[in-house]
């Protein structure tokens, strides 16, 4: 059974960094496609990047060259590097892990996994 656990979220002003991180167990890491979306309050779903395990990314247009995904296999941890962080930025960011890459960036449809949620708050 697939277990994620997301950590790292806090709140911080317009222009700041955070780096979230997802611990993954109970499968075999390499054999899904990892990511993150987030979700604000009263807002669908929304798709912020996936990383394959051929190590090729993805990025929602809305993140492109501010966050950064990457994972330390060996670990079975993702991570989620954010820059220049904007208020719009604000919502609870969950790990997913899914056969398809396009299914956690670019939605909709069911998720093969996720974790309960880290909250990312920026203020202006």
């Known amino acids: 059974q697939v277990h994620l656990v997301e950590s790292g979220g806090g709140s911080v002003q317009a222009g700041g960094s955070l780096r979230l991180s997802c611990a993954a167990s109970g499968y075999t890491y390499s054999s899904y496609c990892m990511g993150w979306f987030r979700q604000a309050p009263g807002k669908e779903r929304e798709g912020v990047a996936a990383i394959d395990s051929d190590g090729s990314t993805s990025y929602a247009d809305s993140v492109k060259g501010r966050f950064t995904i990457s994972q330390d296999n060996a670990k079975n941890t993702l991570y989620l590097q954010m820059y220049t962080l904007k208020p719009e930025d604000t919502a609870m960011y969950y790990c997913?892990?899914?056969?398809?890459?396009?299914?956690?960036?670019?939605?909709?449809?069911?998720?093969?996994?996720w974790g309960q949620g880290t909250l990312v708050t920026v203020s202006s």
């Open positions: 997913a892990a899914d056969l398809h890459c396009a299914t956690i960036v670019l939605g909709p449809g069911a998720l093969d996994a």
